[in-house]
Every structure is written in structure tokens, then in C-alpha cells.
T-cell receptor, first 113, second 114 residues
Framework: GQNIDQPTEMTATEGAIVQINCTYQ??????LFWYQQHAGEAPTFLSY????GLEEKGRFSSFLSRSKGYSYLLLKELQMKDSASYLC??????????????FGAGTQVVVTP | DTEVTQTPKHLVMGMTNKKSLKCEQH?????MYWYKQKAKKPPELMFV???????INESVPSRFSPECPNSSLLNLHLHALQPEDSALYLC?????????????FGPGTRLTVT
């Protein structure tokens, strides 16, 4: 099993930068995903890290430190449409080597004009 | 085609009804998943199918019965549900389950049990 912690809510203004932190403890780590979920919609994939370091994808970047059990998602040049819940999800490998995606509670990002 | 489809979009059922949720993908993915999501909570894994075989059941009550008729289809049969089972039911698929692959989610079925 594992614990995944991320802040409940963050507010930022349009054009700004926001960093969402995620800490985790897991018994069988095999990668960390970030998903975006707008209210009433399905989660959509944003980024994936399995090795330490930074992955950049346009306005979104994600960082991983496996030794610290820590990741962050960086959202740059915020737009109103970025208002959503951001889910940190750890891929945990079971004793049978199956993969299970365990989600954090999500961080609600509110972008203001 | 990177789409996972789910039907119906909304479902209202009584506690004595039997209904089924359907999920379909044509990406050639060999792993498919059912999640349950309550309002303002993250998705919770229910079942995982890998190569059409059930590989993970997260101790889900037997009133939920999954079925994978072929590699593109996933069903969730519902019987004698409780009001607390009302939630958004999400289906997802990925290239495989062993290893780490992005999961693609369908739009979900919003279920209300009365």
C-alpha cells in the first residue's frame, strides 16, 4: 500500500506559474503519472516520470525524485482553461507483478483573471 | 483513434434492478480497467483485466460483476446495488498492465441508485 499526499487547492492568476507538489510512499514503485480532470469529465494524461529528473511538455513540466518520494507538476503561463483538478498517480507493482494506479486526492487549481 | 467509449452516459436504477455498463476501445490495448469515482474524490480502482483475464479485483462486492468478452470490450454487470454505490464509473485502457503505460479514460457513466 501507499500514501500519496498533495495539496487540496491552489489559486493563481492568469499568466502565472503554479507548482503542485506530490509526496508518496510505496512498496513497489513503477512510475508516476499526472492527470488533469475537469469537473464532470474523465481524467486526461499530462505527464509520466519513471526516472529522476525533469520532463518538459509545452507549458507543463513534471519532476521526480525517487529517493525522496517526491514529484511536482509545474504549470506555466496559466490560462483560465487550466482550472481543474490535478491528480498525482503512482503506478504500484503488486506481488504478482501487475500494475495498479493509485491516485492522490487531487489538487484543485483555480485560475483567476 | 485514442478514444475509450462508455455507454450509457447516465443511468438511474432501483436497488432491485439488473443493469450493465459497457466500455469499448479500438487502440489494440490489452489491459482494461474499471474505476469508481465519488464526487470530489480520486478514482478508486475496482478491477483490472489483462489479456481478457481478470488480474486484479480490489475486494469489490459481488453485486458488481465484470466481464471481458474480447480484447476491445469490457462490461460491468450491476445487481442489487445500494444507494452508496451511486458514483461516476470510469473505464480505462492501456497498452498492457505489466510495465508502466499511460491509461486512457472513457467519459464515464454517472450512476444513480434509488
Amino acid at each position: 500500500g501507499q500514501n500519496i499526499d498533495q495539496p487540496t487547492e491552489m489559486t493563481a492568476t492568469e499568466g502565472a506559474i503554479v507548482q503542485i507538489n506530490c509526496t508518496y510512499q510505496t512498496s513497489g514503485f513503477n512510475g508516476l503519472f499526472w492527470y488533469q480532470q475537469h469537473a464532470g469529465e474523465a481524467p486526461t494524461f499530462l505527464s509520466y516520470n519513471v526516472l529522476d529528473g525533469l520532463e518538459e511538455k509545452g507549458r507543463f513540466s513534471s519532476f521526480l525524485s525517487r529517493s525522496k518520494g517526491y514529484s511536482y507538476l509545474l504549470l506555466k503561463e496559466l490560462q483560465m482553461k487550466d482550472s481543474a483538478s490535478y491528480l498525482c498517480a503512482v503506478n504500484e507493482v503488486t506481488t504478482d507483478s501487475w500494475g495498479k494506479l493509485q491516485f492522490g486526492a487531487g489538487t484543485q487549481v483555480v485560475v483567476t483573471p | 483513434d485514442t478514444e475509450v467509449t462508455q455507454t450509457p452516459k447516465h443511468l438511474v436504477m432501483g436497488m432491485t434492478n439488473k443493469k450493465s455498463l459497457k466500455c469499448e476501445q479500438h487502440m489494440g490495448h490489452r489491459a482494461m480497467y474499471w474505476y469508481k469515482q465519488k464526487a470530489k474524490k480520486p478514482p478508486e480502482l475496482m478491477f483490472v483485466y489483462s489479456y481478457e483475464k481478470l488480474s486484479i479485483n480490489e475486494s469489490v462486492p459481488s453485486r458488481f460483476s465484470p466481464e471481458c468478452p474480447n480484447s476491445s470490450l469490457l462490461n460491468l454487470h450491476l445487481h442489487a446495488l445500494q444507494p452508496e454505490d451511486s458514483a461516476l464509473y470510469l473505464c480505462a485502457s492501456s497498452q498492457a498492465n505489466r510495465g508502466s503505460y499511460e491509461q486512457y479514460f472513457g467519459p464515464g457513466t454517472r450512476l444513480t441508485v434509488t
